[in-house]
Nanobody, 125 residues
Framework: DVQLQASGGGLVQAGGSLRLSCGAS????????IGWFRQVPGIGREGVSC????????YYADSVKGRFTISRDDAKNTVYLIMKSLKPEDTAVYYC??????????????????WGQGTLVTVSS
């Protein structure tokens, strides 16, 4: 079974940092693009970042460019989202997802095939 598990969320003050991890099992990890999304209750999921193994490129939403960095360790089947200079508006449940076909629109949730449980990030002002 394909499994993804996001972890590393928590409570942090504005301006602080967190590192989220997405652990995966059940598939050939380095063949897949891995994306991070976030969701606030009542609002749709926002694509935050994506690591495309096919060409080594990364995607970032405008709202996080310059503050978030995605990295992957294929040997550990893990993708990280390093979040710095956090703002209260970054508060959300963060999810990781895997795409079999490298997404043309990496911020679009329907391009992803598998989803993990989310991890809550709360940024206090």
């Amino acid at each position: 079974d394909v499994q993804l598990q996001a972890s590393g969320g928590g409570l942090v003050q504005a301006g602080g940092s967190l590192r989220l991890s997405c652990g995966a099992s059940g598939f050939t990890f380095d063949d897949y693009a891995i994306g991070w999304f976030r969701q606030v209750p009542g609002i749709g999921r926002e694509g935050v970042s994506c690591s495309r193994s096919s060409d080594g490129t990364s995607y970032y939403a405008d709202s996080v460019k310059g503050r978030f960095t995605i990295s992957r360790d294929d040997a550990k089947n893990t993708v990280y989202l390093i979040m710095k200079s956090l703002k209260p508006e970054d508060t959300a449940v963060y999810y990781c997802a895997a795409a079999v076909v490298p997404p043309r629109n990496p911020g679009y949730e329907y391009e992803y095939d598998y989803w993990g449980q989310g991890t809550l990030v709360t940024v206090s002002s």
